[in-house]
Nanobody, 123 residues
Framework: QVQLAESGGGLVQAGGSLRLSCAAS????????MGWFRQAPGKEREFVAA????????SYAGSVKGRFTISRDNAKNTVTLQMNSLKPEDTAVYYC????????????????WGQGTQVTVSS
């Protein structure tokens, strides 16, 4: 059983920064890719960013490119999402997820999910 646990969410003013972390635990976990998704109230869950475990290749949604940075530490089984220049429209529950194959942005490929962490950006 693999568990993913997110941390680092909270309330921040527009223009501020937050750093989300995701820790994997349980059986040996070697996903092809780790990603972050988010779901705002009344909206569908959407892709935010992803990174491959082996090569560190990254992919970002257009709405966060240049503001968010995803990174990973394979030795610690952690993935981090650094979020800068936050906007009110970034408000959502952010989920960490893992997939054993790609494409990186396809939510249907992810079969390991965390419980989510709330990010609220005030204007």
């Amino acid at each position: 059983q693999v568990q993913l646990a997110e941390s680092g969410g909270g309330l921040v003013q527009a223009g501020g920064s937050l750093r989300l972390s995701c820790a994997a635990s349980g059986r040996t976990f070697s996903p092809y890719v780790m990603g972050w998704f988010r779901q705002a109230p009344g909206k569908e869950r959407e892709f935010v960013a992803a990174i491959t475990s082996r090569d560190g290749l990254t992919s970002y949604a257009g709405s966060v490119k240049g503001r968010f940075t995803i990174s990973r530490d394979n030795a610690k089984n952690t993935v981090t999402l650094q979020m800068n220049s936050l906007k009110p429209e970034d408000t959502a529950v952010y989920y960490c997820a893992g997939a054993e194959n790609g494409p990186m942005s396809w939510m249907s490929k992810y079969n390991y999910w965390g419980q989510g962490t709330q990010v609220t950006v005030s204007s």
